[in-house]
């Protein structure tokens, strides 16, 4: 089940966000503070009530397995999403973005995927993502709801 985030969410995205993989095929690979953290989450929170960003958490039998963050960008929402480490590989990443796709309407979604992350690319073109650039170090995918 996919839904919005909430306050007691901030130490799931935490972990998720700070997770080996997940840092390997983010755009910035630094391991993140946690006073950092907590001040980007509750500034998520400002910019989620301004229509500026979404952020939702992906549960499994009641049990917070992934994230998917959508961030204003110009016309896009910048999309961002994993999932933690036990649940990869299962095809749940393809429901989360399925789940998203149908809760988004009238966007335009665009993904910075790193070239060397086959999975991703995959995802993004089974669920009707299209590629639209790459670049040297990424790949540029995108989708309008």
């Known amino acids: 089940m996919l839904r919005e985030v909430k306050v007691d969410d901030m130490e799931f995205l935490y972990q998720l966000a700070n997770d080996f993989d997940v840092r390997k095929n983010s755009l910035n690979q630094?391991?993140?503070e946690f006073q950092?953290?907590?001040q980007w989450f509750?500034?998520?929170l400002i910019e989620i009530k301004e229509l500026k960003s979404k952020i939702f958490i992906y549960e499994l039998d009641k049990k917070k397995i992934g994230?998917?963050?959508?961030d204003k960008k110009g016309i896009f929402f910048i999309i961002d999403i994993s999932i933690i480490k036990n649940y990869r590989g299962k095809g749940l990443s393809k429901i989360m973005l399925l789940d998203l796709l149908k809760k988004v309407k009238n966007i335009?979604?665009?993904a910075y995927i790193k070239?060397?992350?086959i999975a991703s690319q995959c995802l993004f073109s089974s669920t009707?993502?299209?590629k639209v650039?790459?670049?040297r170090d990424i790949s540029f995918y995108k989708v309008r709801t």
Do not use: D, V
């Open 115 to 117: 070239n060397s992350n």
């Open 133 to 135: 650039k790459a670049c």
């Open 67 to 70: 994230q998917i963050r959508l």
């Open 36 to 38: 950092k953290h907590k």
């Open 42 to 44: 509750f500034n998520k």
């Open 128 to 130: 009707g993502f299209k």
């Open 30 to 32: 630094t391991k993140i």
């Open 108 to 110: 335009s979604i665009l």
